[in-house]
């Protein structure tokens, strides 16, 4: 595009980027331009894994579009360059004024609902203080200002005795999270583990000293309380935010809703204080309540909730306000990395046999496993599989069928190994290879996540491949 913008300066043309947004609502670009001068296109391709022409041909389609929205998932998230990798992807946008356009944005691709209705009403590890200072005022209490723990954070914790206490809402901590065996260590160190579920789950089999199982109510249930039916309230990947009502029957009378159950702990923790907690759970509009007063954006939230489909939450950059420091949307200038390979990769003097991504089936949500079929990928009633290129199976001495280890690479004198996984042939690019989630989590290093984010780097993983040993399984 750089080079584009520059040929049609010369000629006079139509400019390819678009200079009245980028001089009225960003920063930086200057620096950004010159670091992609001093990008040489062969490490471009080179750590890219495409052609210039492929490139090339992407950037057209681009170019001539009018309103581009960039969506993206874990395939960008879960690497160790994953932060100015999406840096990337803003940039682009902003080159072209493609966000803050009808038609255009930027859309990270959740999934869950509770994904991003945490990180709205603050359940963050490190909270801004606007929000602590809104809930210091209305509820009239200190809020702790220091910072809390990231999964892996909380791991380590959990490992160095730390924090002694694990309550999970939901989930299958011990599965969905990488470096199975000492995760499953952490949580056994601990005192007391409560697990708040719908279902019982893996996680639910590695205990603390104590170990607590609540079920809960789904939020396909019908969840009465004093004050009749309750809904709770769910928001999307696009800030769109609806009531939810429960349609089934309960399976039992004594199953309590996340919400009631918090509020138990609550009120036998501190009493009624520094709320009424029986009070919210007779009514949860008296929650939406609280949240319109500490949280911004959700002023008449239990009215604005009860409009067919809900409502719109807004969000700044649409509308072309930007909550940055500069008061503008930043460009962001990173050299591409000497060497995709991780430090602790290289020390061990090995190079990888491929770079493993972790992924999911069709017959599978999240860590919930309902069958043994993938049809997407065409595989039938086995799942301790590895997708791979015939030229790279073969290159590497084995045959299509054959079963092997995958050993990964990290220099910290921990063997990581999944057994009598079925080398299958696919259609994959050369040095990669493919397997599923969660039963390669093991093979990913605690320590192995993106710079800046924590994120594990389930989408590179450097392995080793070896002979079965047996055709164990990994549980």
């Given at each position: 595009?750089?080079?584009w913008?520059?040929?049609?300066q010369a ?40 052609s ?11 170019r001539?579009?009018?309103r581009?929205?960039m969506c993206?998932?874990m395939?960008l998230?879960?690497h ?16 072209r004024?493609n966000i803050?356009r ?5 859309c990270?691709?959740?999934g ?9 009403m ?5 909270p ?10 209305r509820f ?6 220091h910072n809390?723990?990231?999964?892996v954070?909380?791991i ?8 002694r206490?694990f309550?999970?809402?939901g989930?299958n901590?011990?599965?969905a999270?990488p470096?199975?065996p ?12 409560v697990?708040?579920s719908?279902?019982?789950n893996?996680?639910h089999l590695?205990?603390?000293?104590d ?10 249930d019908v ?9 709770v ?6 800030s769109?935010?609806?009531?939810s ?8 009378t ?8 918090i509020a138990g ?10 709320v009424?907690w029986?009070?919210l759970?007779a009514?949860y509009?008296?929650?939406?309540e ?9 002023a008449?939230?239990n009215?604005?909730?009860k ?8 969000n700044?950059?649409?509308e072309?306000r930007w909550n940055?420091?500069s ?7 990173a050299p591409?990395?000497?060497d ?12 990888p046999?491929l770079i ?5 089936s069709?017959?599978?949500y ?9 049809r ?6 086995q799942r301790?599989?590895v997708?791979?290129n015939?030229?790279?199976?073969r290159?590497?001495?084995f045959?299509?069928?054959q079963?092997?280890?995958m ?6 004198g ?9 080398l ?7 040095g ?14 605690l ?6 984010s ?12 070896e002979?079965a040993r047996?055709?164990?399984?990994i549980?």
């Amino acid at each position: 595009l750089l080079q584009w913008e520059r040929e049609a300066q010369a000629k006079g043309e139509p400019a390819v980027f678009d200079h009245a947004f980028i001089a009225e609502h960003t920063h930086g670009v200057e620096a950004y331009l010159a670091e992609l001068d001093a990008t040489a296109w062969d490490a471009i391709e080179r750590q890219s894994g495409l052609s210039l022409a492929e490139i090339e041909t992407a950037a057209t389609m681009y170019r001539r579009a009018e309103r581009v929205i960039m969506c993206w998932a874990m395939g960008l998230t879960q690497h160790r360059h994953s932060v100015p990798t999406l840096q990337e992807v803003v940039n682009l946008q902003l080159l072209r004024g493609n966000i803050g356009r009808p038609g255009a944005g930027l859309c990270p691709v959740r999934g869950h609902s509770n994904v991003q209705g945490d990180r709205t009403m603050g359940i963050n590890d490190r909270p801004p203080a606007a929000l602590l200072d809104a809930l210091e005022k209305r509820f009239a209490f200190q809020v702790p200002r220091h910072n809390g723990h990231n999964t892996v954070e909380a791991i380590n914790a959990m490992l160095e005795g730390k924090a002694r206490v694990f309550i999970g809402l939901g989930g299958n901590f011990a599965q969905a999270t990488p470096d199975s065996p000492r995760t499953h260590r952490a949580l056994a160190s601990c005192a007391l583990t409560v697990h708040i579920s719908t279902k019982l789950n893996r996680s639910h089999l590695t205990c603390g000293e104590d170990a607590l199982i609540l079920p809960c109510l789904g939020r396909t249930d019908v969840d009465r309380q004093a004050g009749g039916p309750q809904a709770v309230t769910v928001e999307d990947s696009f800030s769109m935010l609806h009531a939810s009502y429960g349609q089934l029957e309960p399976l039992s009378t004594q199953m309590r809703s996340e919400p009631a159950i918090i509020a138990g702990m609550a009120k036998a923790t501190l009493g009624n204080r520094p709320v009424d907690w029986d009070a919210l759970i007779a009514d949860y509009d008296r929650i939406r309540e609280l949240i319109a007063d500490t949280i911004p954006g959700f002023a008449g939230f239990n009215q604005r909730v009860k409009h067919p489909g809900g409502f719109y939450l807004g969000n700044a950059a649409r509308e072309r306000r930007w909550n940055t420091a500069s008061g503008l949307a930043n460009f962001s200038a990173a050299p591409l990395p000497d060497d995709l390979l991780p430090e602790q990769v290289r020390r061990t003097g090995q190079r990888p046999d491929l770079i493993l991504q972790t992924l999911r089936s069709h017959d599978q949500y999240n860590t919930t496993i309902y069958g043994l079929d993938d049809r997407y990928r065409g595989v039938r009633g086995q799942r301790e599989v590895v997708f791979a290129n015939e030229a790279d199976i073969r290159r590497l001495g084995f045959e299509p069928g054959q079963k092997v280890d995958m050993v990964s690479l990290w220099d910290d004198g921990v063997e990581r190994r999944v057994s009598g996984f079925t080398l299958l042939a696919f259609d994959i690019p050369a040095g990669q290879a493919a397997a599923y989630y969660p039963e390669t989590n093991p093979l990913v290093p605690l320590e192995s996540h993106g710079e800046g984010s924590f994120t594990p780097t389930s989408k590179f993983v450097a392995v080793r491949l070896e002979n079965a040993r047996d055709d164990g399984r990994i549980l």
